[in-house]
């Protein structure tokens, strides 16, 4: 990934993360479903690794990452460089004021809002897209379970005892309990698409459409 270059002179544990980050989501997978041009809000950018990459390979797509994390938004602005395409700042989506993007994309972000908030979370989401615009939701399946517990050890010890991540709990879902919260937020044609292959945790990428 070029945006790993961004972070060399980052502290060993932003590097590490990154790094680990890049070589164990399918990230490239997810660059080729954004947009060329146009707006992407990255919402729960981290240090700003997915949103970086987005930028760098499409010149003429403007990204906004947003993230609760006052650390990870700090590191991901000292990425930055210079580069007038991408920004980052210290929002949750529901405190964005802009509106109409083209995409959006939540990388590993929904498992960590409890259940009662998805409908709120993904109606922010929904919100901020423009009528038709494409939502991209990377999440962790529940199958096959041995990829999911062991999946599901590795963000008990981020989470929980490292506390690399913000959350309290975990909310996992199966492909049709996903669709259903999809469509009930408003959004249409949802494709789901299998990107566990090759990696130990079972990524699934939900695309849909706002309505």
């Given amino acids: 990934m070029q945006a790993l270059g961004l972070y060399r002179d980052a502290p060993a544990a932003v590097r590490i993360h990154t790094w680990l980050r890049a070589w164990t989501c399918p990230m490239e997978a997810m660059v080729r479903r954004v947009p060329g041009e146009g707006r992407l809000l990255d919402v ?67 498992y960590l809002v409890p259940r009662p908030e998805w409908p709120s979370f993904l109606g922010a989401c929904r919100d901020r897209l423009r009528s038709g615009g494409r939502l991209l939701l990377k999440e962790v399946d529940v199958r096959p379970r041995w990829k999911f517990y062991r999946c599901l050890a590795q963000e008990l010890v981020s989470v929980r005892l490292l506390r690399i991540t913000l959350g309290a709990a975990f909310t996992f879902a199966g492909r049709a309990e996903m669709i259903l919260a999809l469509e009930g937020a408003g959004f249409r044609d949802v494709v789901v698409t299998d990107l566990g292959a090759g990696y130990l945790t079972p990524h699934v990428l939900y695309e849909a459409q706002r309505g």
Avoid at 45 to 50: E, I
Wanted: hydrophobic share 40%.
């Fill in 44 to 110: 729960g950018c981290g240090h700003g690794l997915f949103s970086n990459e987005a930028a760098l390979r499409h010149s003429r797509l403007h990204v906004v990452g947003i993230d609760p994390s006052a650390g990870k938004v700090r590191w991901a602005e000292a990425s930055l460089a210079g580069r007038g395409n991408v920004r980052f700042r210290r929002q949750r989506v529901e405190e964005v004021d802009e509106e109409g993007f083209d995409a959006l994309s939540v990388l590993d972000v929904l």
